[in-house]
């Protein structure tokens, strides 16, 4: 687990800030509904409407024009089909790790990671650093450290039900 180097690391630093690069690269350049690849024809897309517009990572996924369309003209995937997809796209730009980690923060308010693999939520200000933990491993010192749930961090997980 230690070392794992994620595609998306690069680009998952603040889910928070607008993060354009960020929508992209975790569909990998496609439409999230039907995979299209090509970035002419997408766009971004307010999960929930509503003014003022809700700007963070979480209410937002790249449609194709069409898509688009057809979901405003209500014929094209359903909101919650949206949310699904949103889901399992948060999963994957949170890491398996990051997904874990705050589940463990959700339960015991309290959650023991290596810095590395949670940082993104450290930035996203999801998990809260605490302390510095130090161990021995096979002779080789591993340093972990203490985090806590946030208030954002808390409301993150219950919205998508990471719990
Ligand atoms: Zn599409
Ligand atoms: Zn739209």
Redesign the pocket.
């Known amino acids: 687990m230690k070392g794992y180097l994620n595609p998306l690391l690069e680009n998952r630093k603040n889910l928070m800030a607008d993060t354009e690069e960020l929508l992209f690269s975790e569909t990998d350049g496609a439409c999230a509904y039907c995979g299209i690849k090509d970035y002419r024809i997408l766009t971004i ?2 999960i929930i409407q509503q003014e003022p517009k809700d700007e963070s990572y979480d209410n937002k996924i790249v449609l194709c024009h069409n898509c ?1 369309h057809l ?2 003209q209500g014929k094209g995937p359903s909101q919650n089909d949206l949310f699904t997809i949103k889901k399992r796209l948060i999963c994957k730009t949170l890491t398996q790790q990051g997904v874990n980690a705050l589940k463990e923060a959700y339960r015991n308010g309290l959650v023991v990671a290596s810095p590395y693999l949670v940082n993104h939520l450290v930035e996203s200000q999801f998990l809260k650093f605490t302390e510095y933990l130090s161990s021995y491993e096979n002779d080789r010192q591993i340093i972990d450290a203490v985090y806590e749930l946030t208030d954002k961090g808390k409301k993150f997980t219950e919205k998508w039900s990471l719990k």
């Open positions: 897309h307010h688009h979901y405003h």
